[in-house]
Nanobody, 131 residues
Framework: QVDMKESGGGSVQAGGSLRLSCAAS?????????????MGWFREAPGKEREGVAH???????LYADSVKGRFTISKDSAKNVLFLQMDSLKTEDTAMYYC????????????????????WGQGIQVTVSS
């Protein structure tokens, strides 16, 4: 059974930073780690649809939403099966529930940006940015 759990969320003032982590375990991760797979971060604000934020593939190629380019950085520690999202220069509009997601397709390239591509999701973690 695949399990994904986010941590690191919370409240911060505009201009501040947070680092989200997503620990993956079980299923194919137990055999291959997260290295061969596509993974991503999505967010959902009240009254809005879930949107892709940052995505990474098996070759560590990355894609970002225009709204976070230059401020957010996605990375992964395959040895520990942890996905990260470093969020700097946070804005009030970054306030949302953040979800990590995984597509367990071996040697997955390129990064996948659509939520429909991902089959496994964490439960989400709240990020609140105040002015």
């Amino acid at each position: 059974q695949v399990d994904m759990k986010e941590s690191g969320g919370g409240s911060v003032q505009a201009g501040g930073s947070l680092r989200l982590s997503c620990a993956a375990s079980g299923g194919p991760v137990s055999l291959y780690t997260i290295s061969p797979y596509c993974m991503g971060w999505f967010r959902e604000a009240p009254g809005k649809e879930r949107e892709g934020v940052a995505h990474i593939d098996s070759r560590n190629s990355t894609l970002y939403a225009d709204s976070v380019k230059g401020r957010f950085t996605i990375s992964k520690d395959s040895a520990k099966n942890v996905l990260f999202l470093q969020m700097d220069s946070l804005k009030t509009e970054d306030t949302a529930m953040y979800y990590c997601a995984a597509l367990y397709s071996h040697n997955c390239v390129p990064p996948r940006v659509r939520a429909s591509h991902y089959g496994h999701w964490g439960q989400g973690i709240q990020v609140t940015v105040s002015s």
